[in-house]
């Protein structure tokens, strides 16, 4: 009942708003599908007391984030947060236990932790097929092919009788497991008004970050007393309760799905236009066609790449350190992160939707979708990066004992909850009005698991090369440098979607000029 009691706090922020939004006329002014993404938010007809108190303004399509009651939405986003957990927890939680898998198949531990490495990587092939393929079908039938695969394909991993089955179940597996990362942040983002949904998505993501510090926990636990196997089938089981979740508890969020173009076409235009519309190359294009977008991801990639290269080697690295010798030992290790993700659960949300709505009244009742990524600055660029040079060089040099690790793996957590929030909820907001904020976020994911992987298959090789402490530093100057590159967004960012844009725009004018042009000279040759 806590849970419930805490997350009522998201609608806290913005269920006064959206009532008095069904009181008040909207803007009859929309945004073209290429115009600008700067999103204006117009000010109500109130006095200049009422506004600065009550800090009304109106969205574009505000009626879309009235469709569902705040029960519902909470009911939604904790459904979401569950299922969130799904994918994350699978790919940490057989690291407690990786010596026993590898000495099942007659292996090493460098080769078991580069399937975890092709786990991550397909996690971040597969997020863009997601995102595209659920603005087409919706999102609950995406949900529920992609849980009652997982599960099935859990069953597979656990049953595997040698190394290649274990490999290729595992990367199924992964496969299925991102649809609930993209999809489930799209689906917050159909529910939830700009100015409300960092906090919503603070919740959800924490599922995403506590699932990989507290898997190795329960692995470590499960792999001491029972066979790695057992990892495998609580994964199924909690797999199961997923699908079960999404069939009886989650409707279709998504407003705009739209099949009845479809209808009067052949199989063959059918098949072309489903085929542009879920081409993962879209992503692509999207992703490195804004500057904004490439840099955002890019920042999204370091903290994933830090939080993978800091869990993987924990007990080739601590376990050594502090002489420990059980799983369960350096089991507890992973609790550290784990709790500074929860404890930023309560926090780092609810800050990017402060920030933003500090700016629009700075702006006199403007929105601009760089403003929120203000609130995540200094964490990206000073705290996560201090906390990671702290943590490695303690360890290297065999000073502060165990308190000062996990104080530091503790700190860092709740940074990057601090992050997260800011960075996915400007994936959501700063394509809205060209509705491909599910692209957007397919390609923010395909980065962060692509560095995931790199993080978790290098880890290992890098500390025996160099130590963990020059790789601490490495991992630092990333995050520092990747901050440098979301501080640019916050400050060109506008600039440079209008200057795309309009480009774009230009180049749309120009072939709709040219048809009318070919088509008189066909006329032409006819005659």
Same mark, same amino acid.
């Given at each position: ?26 803007? %009859?002014?929309? #945004? @073209? ?55 994350? +927890? ?44 659920? %603005? ?52 917050? @983002? ?10 919503? /998505? ?12 507290? &898997? ?11 066979? !790695?196997?057992?990892?495998? !089938? ?50 692509? +294009? ?18 994933? !790449? ?33 709790c500074g993700y929860l404890v930023g659960t309560f926090m780092g949300g609810r800050w990017a ?13 403007i929105r601009i979708p760089e403003d929120r990524l203000k609130s995540c600055l200094v964490f990206?660029? /000073? ?18 004992? +165990? #308190? ?49 992987a790199l993080g978790s298959g290098i880890v290992l090789p890098a500390v025996e090369a160099i &130590?963990?402490? !020059? ?57």
């Amino acid at each position: 009942m806590s849970s419930v009691h805490s997350v009522m706090s998201i609608e806290e922020a913005s269920s006064h708003g959206e009532e008095e939004q069904t009181r008040r006329t909207r803007s %009859q002014s929309q #945004p @073209g599908p290429e115009a600008t993404n700067s999103l204006h938010v117009v000010q109500s007809h109130v006095s200049h007391h009422d506004m600065a108190v009550n800090d009304e303004f109106h969205e574009v399509d505000a009626e879309q984030y009235l469709r569902f009651s705040p029960t519902r939405k909470i009911l939604i986003v904790l459904v979401l947060s569950i299922c969130s957990f799904l994918a994350p +927890i699978s790919s940490t939680s057989i690291l407690s236990g990786v010596p026993e898998v590898a000495k099942t198949y007659n292996t090493t531990g460098s080769i078991i932790n580069a399937s975890n490495a092709l786990y991550l990587a397909f996690m971040g092939i597969s997020a863009p097929f997601w995102g595209p393929f659920s %603005q087409v079908y919706g999102r609950r039938p995406i949900f529920l092919t992609s849980s009652f695969l997982f599960c099935s394909f859990s069953i597979g991993t656990a049953l595997a009788p040698n190394l290649p089955a274990y490999y290729i179940f595992r990367v199924l597996t992964a496969f299925q497991g991102t649809s609930f990362l993209v999809v489930g942040s799209s689906a917050i @983002g159909d529910i939830y008004e700009p100015r409300a949904r960092a906090t919503a /998505l603070g919740w959800f993501l924490s599922g995403t970050l506590i699932g990989p510090a507290f &898997g190795p926990f329960l692995g470590g636990v499960i792999v001491t007393f029972c066979s !790695w196997r057992v990892v495998f !089938w609580l994964q199924t089981a909690l797999g199961g309760c997923g699908f079960l979740l999404i069939f009886f508890l989650f409707p279709e969020t998504y407003p705009h799905l739209d099949k009845g173009e479809l209808a009067e076409q052949t199989i063959a235009q059918k098949a072309k236009t489903l085929f542009h519309r879920v081409s993962p190359l879209r992503v692509g +294009i999207l992703l490195f066609s804004y500057p904004n977008l490439f840099f955002a991801g890019l920042g999204a990639g370091a903290l994933v !790449w830090n939080q993978y290269s800091l869990l993987t080697p924990i007990r080739y690295v601590l376990n050594p350190r502090f002489h420990l010798t059980s799983p369960i030992q350096s089991g507890l290790f992973y609790i550290a992160p784990g709790c500074g993700y929860l404890v930023g659960t309560f926090m780092g949300g609810r800050w990017a939707d402060h920030v933003v709505k500090k700016w629009i009244r700075k702006r006199g009742g403007i929105r601009i979708p760089e403003d929120r990524l203000k609130s995540c600055l200094v964490f990206i660029g /000073l705290v996560i990066p201090g906390c990671i040079l702290i943590y490695g060089w303690t360890v290297e040099k065999a000073v502060g004992g +165990i #308190p000062v690790p996990v104080l530091a793996m503790f700190i860092q957590g709740v940074a990057q909850l601090f992050c997260f929030p800011s960075l996915n909820t400007y994936c959501l907001d700063v394509m809205q009005s060209t509705g491909r904020s599910a692209e957007v976020v397919a390609g923010n994911y395909m980065f962060r698991y692509v560095f995931a992987a790199l993080g978790s298959g290098i880890v290992l090789p890098a500390v025996e090369a160099i &130590g963990v402490g !020059w790789f601490s530093t490495i991992s630092a100057l990333f995050l520092i440098f990747s901050g440098a590159c979301v501080w640019m967004i916050t400050v060109f960012g506008d600039e440079w979607r209008d200057r795309i844009d309009a480009k774009r725009q230009r180049k749309a004018e120009k072939q709709a000029g040219e048809e009318p042009a070919q088509q008189q000279t066909e006329k032409k040759v006819d005659v």
